[in-house]
Each structure stands twice: as structure tokens, then as C-alpha cells.
């Protein structure tokens, strides 16, 4: 059966190859990012991602697993997207700056008729940044398509003091979570 990674992320690309999947197409889900209101964050990303999932399966021919992932940052209970401007990813990055903040992702399997979503969160907390840091890391351009406008994996690691859960979570692509779905789904990773 083939494997659809509905994600245009190249980090999302880089753990699955990192977890021994060769063979997988990437089919970007077409589905738009809105929030829906009233939802927690783990409701919001599972339901993202589920939405993704099932628009990619859509306009997959044939048997084939479908994976999907939405990943959200909030501060204080506050969504923090990916930045719209320069500015936006300095006042972003100014407001994580010292302070603790979650990531969810939510992760969605597909497959034939059966769809399953769960959501994973990871606690980071950042150091105290300067203004003229902020402003080197923004002229780097790796905050600008990313929520929360850092990247764990690349420079805005530097920022980082502390992280609780799971790091690949983060990054947009929660390992130990999407290992157990895809067991359920009658796929060992250890046997790829």
C-alpha cells in the first residue's frame, strides 16, 4: 500500500525519511487553515489535520495511507500562527522571549474509509532574547514560515532552554505519536 505524506513541509519530510520510509508521495493537502472557533488547541489541530487528510485522500487513485499533521503554537491560551510580516514575526518572537509556551500538533491518519486524529503537546520554554538577537534571527529569514516564527531544528535553537514532551512534536511531526497510530493502522516502524 502506498504511503501519502499530505504535507509540503520539508521538516515533515525529513523525520519521515528519518523513520525509514523511502517510498512515500507528497500530495500537499489543498485544504485552507482556518480555525474553527470555539475549539481547545488539541481539537483545533486534530480537526485541521483531519480536514487535510481527508482532502489529500480525495485525490489519491487507489489503497493508500494517508498522513497529515496541523502544528499551532499558544501563549497564555492565545494561538500563535506562522508571521504575516517582519514585524509580525519580532512582536511573536518578543512575546515567547523569557516565557514557557506549548506546541500541538495533531496528527491524521487515513485510510479507506477510516479516518483517526490525535493531538500531541510539547512545553518549550525560551530564554530571555534581545532585541538586536530577534532582529538577526528574523534577517536569517528561518522565522517566517513557521508557527510561532522559530524552528527548533535550525538556529532558533539557540533560544531555547527547555523542552518537555516530545521534540520532534516541535518540529511539526510528533514521533512517539505517530508511531502508535500507525501500529494501530497495522504498520511497525522498527519493520519498514
Keep these: 500500500m502506498k504511503i501519502v505524506l499530505a504535507s509540503k513541509s520539508p521538516r515533515r519530510r525529513e523525520i519521515m525519511e528519518m523513520l525509514g520510509f523511502r517510498d512515500f508521495l507528497i500530495i500537499p493537502s489543498e485544504e485552507p487553515e482556518i480555525v474553527p472557533p470555539g475549539l481547545t488547541p ?19 487513485e487507489g489503497a493508500a495511507l494517508i498522513i497529515a499533521a496541523d502544528t499551532i503554537v499558544c501563549l497564555d491560551g492565545r494561538v ?22 506549548i506546541v500541538y500538533t495533531g496528527i491524521s491518519i487515513a485510510c479507506g474509509s477510516r479516518l483517526a486524529s490525535q493531538a500531541e503537546s510539547t512545553e518549550v520554554s525560551f530564554r530571555e532574547m534581545s ?28 533560544f ?12 511539526g511531526l510528533p514521533v512517539f505519536r505517530l508511531g502508535l497510530m500507525l501500529r494501530d493502522f497495522g504498520i511497525d516502524v522498527l519493520k519498514n
Design 42 to 60: 488539541e481539537e483545533t489541530v486534530c480537526e485541521l489535520a483531519g480536514r487535510k487528510a481527508a482532502e489529500a485522500a480525495s485525490r489519491v
Design 80 to 101: 500563535i500562527g506562522k508571521p504575516e510580516s517582519e514585524e509580525d514575526a519580532r512582536a511573536m518572537l518578543r512575546s515567547l522571549s523569557g516565557r514557557s509556551h
Design 131 to 158: 532585541d538586536r538577537e530577534i532582529s538577526d534571527y528574523i534577517a536569517t529569514g528561518e522565522p517566517m514560515d513557521k508557527a510561532g516564527a522559530y524552528g527548533a531544528q535550525g538556529l532558533g535553537a539557540l
Design 160 to 171: 531555547i532552554r527547555e523542552i518537555k514532551g516530545d521534540f520532534f512534536n516541535v518540529m
